[in-house]
């Protein structure tokens, strides 16, 4: 998976994914958390999406980390109930 940073503010960035599940994923964390502004757009299906996040209370960056955060140990969670 490839992840490029478009452009980034401490309130705004773009990000590019190669992979339209992971961009919906953070979207949908990203807006679970508070997030002002999260969606994302692909121009054609062999383009990457460009995720667009806008944040007023954390930084943008601490945002996602805290995103990506969530996913894990919500993974986590479902490998061990997976597991029994």
């Known amino acids: 998976m490839e992840v490029e940073i478009l452009s980034q503010d401490k309130n705004e960035a773009e990000i590019s994914v190669d992979n339209s599940t992971i961009a919906e994923l953070l979207r949908v964390y990203l807006n679970k ?3 002002d ?3 994302w757009k692909r ?3 062999t383009k ?3 995720l667009k996040i806008k944040s007023s ?3 943008v960056k601490k945002e996602v980390s805290d995103a990506v955060a ?3 140990k919500d993974l986590e969670k479902i490998t061990k109930i997976v597991k029994k």
């Open 48 to 50: 990457p999406a460009i």
């Open 57 to 59: 209370g954390k930084s």
């Open 37 to 39: 502004f999260v969606a």
């Open 70 to 72: 969530s996913i894990k």
């Open 33 to 35: 958390q508070g997030a």
């Open 43 to 45: 121009e054609h299906p």
